[in-house]
């Protein structure tokens, strides 16, 4: 345990896409660190999040279901947008575009929008989700590229924003991490070996990697940083 096992005591936090991959890895790190944490998915998810960790059932790219989420939560500490969907190769249909950036992209500046005046309270902390296609571009994937280079500006963007209510909004832009969402790219040699050969410390992230860096830019030790976007990546953005 790298944190205070009580870091996050008495604080409320909301993690979207938290019923499998990296939104369960940071809702059960923040909940090891004594938060209390409502998880947000589209279903139950596939069993790795904590017993003590609230599910909400609810679709980020929905206006009213995303509405609903706040009908019963009256404090709240931090939101980490983890909630992202990637459709390779069907991304140039501009349908699926529109769908991938409304759920990555304006999913999360709803979610955002939708917390502010609560995170204003507790002067609290946003967390977003970049990736290494905030910096590079990606053919089969138009749509999440885009939605996440966005992702990146929004962060800088609402950073500004929100300055003035001391909510501070970051991002983390995890490299190649072992979720469901890169299942097919791990079961696929050709594919995982030049990853793991450009990744210099030579292995797939976890979703417990991210968490951590979530954790810290939610902490105290953060305290004056907002705008950042963060790689965890094992260094694949440098090599
Ligand atoms: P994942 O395993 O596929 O999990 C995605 C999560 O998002 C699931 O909990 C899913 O809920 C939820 N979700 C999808 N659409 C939603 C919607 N419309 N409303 C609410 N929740 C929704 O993916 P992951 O790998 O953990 O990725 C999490 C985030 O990190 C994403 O933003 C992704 O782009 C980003 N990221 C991942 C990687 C990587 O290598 N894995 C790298 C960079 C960035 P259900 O399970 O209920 O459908």
Known sequence: MAFQKDLFAQQHVLVTGATQGIGAGVANYLASLGARVTAVGLDRGDGSLSAGVRVVLADVSDPESTQRVFDDID?????VNCAGIIRRGAEHQVEVFEKVV??????????????????????????????????????????????????????????????????????????????????????????????????P???????????????????PAAAFMTGVILPVDGGYLVA
């Open 75 to 79: 404090s709240l500490d931090a939101l």
């Open 102 to 199: 409304s759920v990555n992209l304006t999913g999360t500046m709803r979610m955002c929008t939708a917390s502010r005046a609560l995170l204003k309270v507790s002067r609290g902390a946003i967390v977003n989700m970049a990736s290494m296609l905030s910096f590079f571009g990606g053919a089969m994937v138009p749509g999440y590229a885009a939605s996440k280079g966005g992702v990146a500006q929004l962060t800088k963007s609402l950073a500004l924003a929100y300055a003035g209510d001391k909510i501070r909004v970051n991002a983390v832009a995890p490299g190649w991490i072992a979720t469901p969402l890169t299942q097919a790219l791990q079961d696929d040699p050709a594919r995982s070996k030049p990853i793991l050969s450009r990744t």
């Open 201 to 219: 410390l030579g292995r797939w992230g976890t979703p417990e990697d991210v968490a951590g860096c979530v954790a810290f830019l939610c902490s």
